[in-house]
C-alpha cells in the first residue's frame, strides 16, 4: 500500500489544446498515478483519450469490462494495435454532457524499472440523460525504459478547457 503521494505536475486547461505534455518525471518514485477530470472536443457523447509513454509507439494491449447506467455491459480486448494507453467513454463536446467532465485514473507501477510497463485505469462517464460509463483497462506495453514522459491527447480531438490534470508520484517507503 502506497504511503505518500507526492505532486509532481499539474495543469488545468484555460483553452482548449491538442495534448497536455508531462516531462522530466522523476524517476524517484516506486509507482506514477495520472489524475484527470477531462472532456474532448468530439462533437458526439463520447470521445476517446490516448496517454503515450516516452513518446513511443510501441505496442500496447489491453483488457477491458466496462458497464453502462443506461443498460449493457461487456468486455473486450485489442492486442497491440493501439499506439497509446488508452481509455474510452471520455466525455466529449455534445449537449447531452454540457459540461459535464469524465474522471480517468492511470495507475502505473514500476514505472522507472526496466521491464515491460504495465497500467491500470479506471474511468466513469456521467452524462445528463438515461446514460452513464464505468470502465476498469489493464494495460501492458513493451516498453522497457523508465518512463519519463507522458503525452495525453484526443483521438484526433482537442482536450477542452477546463480539463485538469494532476501526476503523482508514489514512494511505498
Known sequence: MAN????IASNTLSSSAASVIF???PNTYTDLVLKMSVKTSSTSATGDLYVQINSATSTYSYTR?????????G????????PALYSSNVNGNS???TNVFANVEFYIPSYAGNKNKVASQFSAQERNDSLAYIESYAHSTDITAAISSL???GNGTNLVSGSSFFLYGIKNS
Open 65 to 73: 469490462i466496462y458497464g453502462a447506467g443506461g443498460g449493457g455491459y
Open 75 to 82: 468486455s473486450d480486448r485489442s492486442a497491440g494495435d493501439f
Open 95 to 97: 449537449s447531452v454532457v
Open 23 to 25: 516531462s522530466a518525471i
Open 4 to 7: 505518500t503521494y507526492t505532486l
Open 151 to 153: 503525452k495525453i491527447e
